[in-house]
Structures are given as structure tokens and as C-alpha cells.
């Protein structure tokens, strides 16, 4: 059974930074890629980034340059560095496997203040 549990959410100024884990369970996660979604408030879900199993990492164009996706397949975990942020990125956040539309844990919510 897939799990995916996002931490590390919370309310930042513009201009801060923040920091999201993703914990994953179920699968042979150094054998997947994955990916950060995020839906903002009142629209649909938004593709951020994506890692593959050999760390090549794209980005969306609105938060190209800000952040940076990394993997510890170690500890079986995502992350999602954060930087400069802007009230635009304010949302729920939720990580997921490359391909697995449906993947989604519970999210971590983020919000920015200008």
C-alpha cells in the first residue's frame, strides 16, 4: 500500500523560504520518480517539479530558479527547498509518483504573506 505524507508547511513572508519532506512508503521508492503538485486556493492542481530515479530534476516555469527538488532514497524521502517565495505559491502542497495521477498524501499547506 502506497503512503505519502508531506510536512513542513506554514506561514512564510514574501521573499522567505520553507522546506517540505515527503515520506514514502509501499514501493521501491529509489526505483521511482517522483513529483511535487500543488493546488492553490480556489484552482486546480499544479505541476512544481520532478526528480527522476537519476536525480534529473525540471521544474514549472513560475517556480524555476526559486526551488529545488532533492531525494534521500536512504530514508525513503522527498524534499522540496523553497526559496524567495511569493504569495502566488501560496497552497496545498502534494508529492507523488512520476505517472500515478491519483498519488497523493494528505498535503502540507503553505501559505505567503506579501
Known amino acids: 500500500q502506497v503512503q505519502l505524507v508531506e510536512s513542513g508547511g506554514g506561514v512564510v513572508q514574501s521573499g522567505g523560504s520553507l522546506r517540505l519532506s515527503c515520506v514514502a512508503s509501499?514501493?521501491?521508492?529509489?526505483?521511482?520518480?517522483m513529483k511535487w503538485v500543488r493546488q492553490g486556493p480556489g484552482k486546480g492542481l499544479e505541476w512544481v517539479s520532478t526528480?527522476?530515479?537519476?536525480?534529473?530534476?525540471t521544474y514549472a516555469e513560475p517556480v524555476k530558479g526559486r526551488f529545488t527538488i532533492s531525494r534521500d532514497n536512504a530514508k525513503t524521502t522527498l524534499y522540496l527547498q523553497m526559496n524567495d517565495l511569493k504569495p502566488a505559491d501560496t497552497g496545498v502542497y502534494y508529492c507523488?509518483?512520476?505517472?500515478?495521477?491519483?498519488?497523493r498524501g494528505q498535503g502540507t499547506r503553505v501559505a505567503v504573506s506579501s
Open positions: 526528480i527522476t530515479t537519476s536525480d534529473v530534476d
Open positions: 507523488g509518483r512520476s505517472g500515478f495521477t491519483s498519488d
Open positions: 509501499g514501493f521501491t521508492f529509489s526505483d521511482t520518480g
